[in-house]
């Protein structure tokens, strides 16, 4: 059951990456073409700032989930309501919070950029965008929580991409008719406002939520443990953006944005992955089945590690020529830059392949245990960027997150190896190497076949198809020569699950 609830979530949560990617690549082409780089810039700046409002929210969902692992896998229904009241609760006081920051964000950001857009401008566009992150704290988040924990995470998933399928089809329309980015904008908080909204009311009534109940706010006492895993992870992922919108210019963010913007997309597609995976090592971990836990982490770490391996190997190899392609015609700032789409590109490929052992420390709950390394690792890519992007800009700052993400991925493998699985580290860097030789492999073989230069999207995708191939068979052949028993269980459990036979 636990591998049927796994694949679906990640089928669905697949759908959702991949309409994810395409629609973010449509909406930020049309942003440059009708309005210019500087507006990508600058919508991309607002959204990663409004990042720092959610950091208010971080923590509760991995502390919730942890909790309620343990009642839904023994059906303890009062336990889930408790539990399901006191983060709710929470979520309503962060809620208010949180309109009160990106008021005040909404006030401030504009000084940040008063030499291209206008106070009124930039504030009002704040407003606008913040408007959706809002609406999701106050209505949606803690439904979203109890449907991971539950592995029914798909149907959040299903109901996320028609959000972005319409959210990019209102958006093209009013674009290509002159619309400012103001009722562009606008139109998308309408949208995913609706999302938190009927998701609140599915779960409501599939789980018979009772809200009059006494909160158990003891269950989720490790949710400041866990804020510092989040802001971790949230300085991984805006810290670039941020440091470039204070440092250099909007120029130069809308040169971040469209390498960012495929590597986030890839990243929620390798993610998808990892979807339900979570709650299945929390029900393992709760039960106390050490050794099938074992096995299985041996499993999604072949799994992972040869996605990562082949997703971001694609990726040093196609992106430049995706990029040229993308932005003909955009001469407003010179868009290719391949050393930093190279350092950026490895620093994503670390932040891959940590995704198994994060996932075990979280479902395990051991937030406080790795809180050391949560607030290292920020540290280190903070100072990092400040200090790298004055002489080297771009890449720089991709400096400072390629540092903090090894040692984030390494302290994560570490703790999770000593002190859960309880097996040889030795493992972790075997693995490494091994993902180093077969992107060596690929390299050489791709760069020998002298491949045609594209110069449109026919010609690429050609190119992706054949290096893709390339790509699979490589990474095969290695992980039957290095990690055979390993390969033969995920094919046989990737089987099952496809099968819809019962399995862990």
């Given amino acids: 059951m636990r591998g049927k609830k796994a694949t679906r979530n990640t089928l669905f949560s697949l759908l959702e990456q991949l309409v994810s990617v395409v629609c973010g690549l449509i909406l930020p082409r049309l942003i440059m073409a009708t309005l210019g780089s500087k507006y ?10 409004l990042s720092c409002a959610i950091l208010l929210r971080s923590g509760i969902g991995g502390a919730t989930r942890a909790a309620l692992y343990k ?3 023994q059906e303890k229904h009062d336990e889930i309501n408790a539990i399901v009241r006191a983060t709710d609760l929470f979520m309503k006081k962060i809620g208010l919070i949180l309109a009160a920051g990106i008021v005040l964000f909404s006030i401030t950001y504009p000084l940040l950029v008063q030499n291209e857009f206008g106070w009124v401008f930039s504030c009002s566009l704040f407003l606008i965008i913040g408007a959706s992150t809002f609406a999701e704290s106050f209505f949606g988040i803690t439904y979203l929580i109890v449907l991971q924990a539950d592995q029914r995470v798909w149907i959040a998933s299903l109901l996320k991409s028609i959000c972005y399928i319409i959210n990019t089809a209102l958006g093209a329309l009013l674009l290509l008719n002159g ?8 139109c ?3 949208v995913f406002v609706v999302y938190p909204i009927i998701l609140g009311i599915y779960v409501r009534k599939h789980y018979k939520i009772n809200k009059n109940v006494e909160p158990d706010n003891k269950a989720i006492s490790q949710r400041w443990d866990a804020f510092w895993q989040q802001v971790a992870t949230f300085v991984t992922t805006n810290t670039d953006i941020m440091v470039l919108t204070v440092f250099t210019n909007m120029l130069e963010v809308s040169v ?3 390498y960012n913007m495929v590597l986030e997309g890839l990243r929620r597609v390798l993610t998808s992955f990892s979807n339900g995976l979570e709650a299945a090592f929390g029900n393992m971990i709760a039960k106390k089945e050490d050794n099938l836990l074992r096995e299985n982490v041996a499993i999604i770490e072949t799994i992972l590690y040869s996605a990562s391996t082949f997703i971001y190997t694609c990726a040093a190899l196609l992106i430049l020529p995706f990029v040229t392609i993308y932005t003909h015609n955009v001469t407003d700032v ?10 950026i590109i490895l620093a994503n490929f670390f932040n891959g392949i940590r995704i198994p052992y994060q996932l075990v420390v979280q479902a395990a709950g051991h937030y406080k245990q790795t809180k050391r390394g949560a607030i290292i690792e920020p540290i280190i890519n903070l100072s990092l960027s400040i200090m790298l992007v004055y002489k080297f800009g771009l890449i720089g700052v991709a400096i400072g997150t390629l540092v903090a993400t090894i040692f984030r991925t390494v302290q994560y493998s570490v703790y999770m190896s000593r002190n859960i699985v309880k097996r040889n580290i030795g493992l972790v860097l075997c693995r490494i190497l091994v993902s180093l030789f077969e992107f060596s492999i690929i390299y050489l073989i791709v760069n020998n076949l002298g491949l045609a230069r594209p110069d449109d999207y ?8 054949i290096t893709g191939m390339i790509s699979v068979v490589v990474i095969a052949l290695c992980n039957v020569v290095f990690f055979k028993n390993d390969t033969v269980r995920a094919v046989s459990k990737i089987k099952d699950s496809l099968a819809g036979r019962k399995g862990a």
């Fill in 458 to 465: 026919y010609t690429w995708l050609l190119n992706a198809l």
């Fill in 188 to 190: 998308s908080t309408v």
């Fill in 334 to 343: 010179n868009y290719i830059r391949p050393t930093f789409a190279y350092v």
């Fill in 256 to 258: 971040y944005t469209v």
């Fill in 71 to 73: 009642s839904i896998a």
């Fill in 40 to 49: 990508n810039g600058l919508t991309s700046s607002v959204s990663q700032f």
């Fill in 179 to 186: 619309q400012s980015i103001h009722v562009v904008k606008l």
